[in-house]
């Protein structure tokens, strides 16, 4: 579990800040108004849904992993692409490759948490993800939006996300660890053994 959710907390620091800098984007870097801004966050959003879709129709377990370390890298990899952008257009269709790999990355790391922990603390450590989801982005989006001022949103952006590629292929390294944790059914929800009770004429025969 814990190069899961370190990746997970990182990465909301690191990456998802970008949706709370659109408006920004969209005003200092793109030049344009609220109808881009709108067409920006509703191709987030539908890439969004069809991650979120195709995630829930999966059915298994299997390639969790792996999912979760591949679309973590295209999210940290599209996040300094779009950073590099000056055309709106392009960014529209980065923001939907943007939201598609976001919801199939939290999802992902959301099923091996659950599925590498106890039920005993499977509400505890989902509710410590749920408060990262929230605050992760905040930090990350003060202190990029400060350090705007200075540089720029772009070089900001950009070089958090690079450093988010790290983060992702050093998780990677790991793969194996979170796949015999996270992948395997855990103990208590193994099928128990089914005792039949012997019949009544033989138990008095005994």
């Known amino acids: 579990i814990g190069p899961v959710l370190a990746a997970a907390i990182l990465l909301s620091i690191l990456v998802r800040p970008l ?16 109808a881009a801004l709108g067409m920006a966050m509703s191709a987030y959003g539908f890439g969004g849904m069809a991650g979120s879709l195709w995630m829930a129709n999966r059915g298994r ?8 370390i591949l679309f973590s890298v295209v999210l940290t990899a599209m996040t300094v692409v779009f950073s590099a952008l000056t055309m709106i257009y392009a960014a529209v269709a980065v923001m939907a490759v943007l939201g598609f790999s976001n919801s199939v990355s939290n999802n992902a790391a959301q099923t091996l948490i659950q599925g ?11 509710s410590l993800y749920s408060l990262n989801a929230r605050a992760g982005p905040s930090v990350g989006a003060l ?6 001022h200075i540089f720029g949103l772009q070089l900001p952006v950009g070089v958090a996300a690079g450093v988010g590629v790290f983060v992702v292929l050093w998780v990677s ?15 208590e929800y193994a099928e128990a053994p089914v005792h039949k009770e012997a019949p009544a004429h033989k138990k008095a025969a005994e």
């Open 19 to 34: 949706t709370d800098l659109v408006p920004g984007f969209i005003d200092d870097v793109f030049n344009a108004g609220p």
């Open 61 to 68: 377990l299997e390639g969790t992993a792996t999912i979760f």
């Open 116 to 126: 590498s922990v106890a039920a005993s603390h499977r509400a505890r450590v989902i």
């Open 143 to 148: 202190v990029m939006g400060s350090l705007s």
């Open 173 to 187: 390294r790991k793969r194996a660890t979170i796949v015999a944790a996270s992948e395997t059914a855990p103990v």
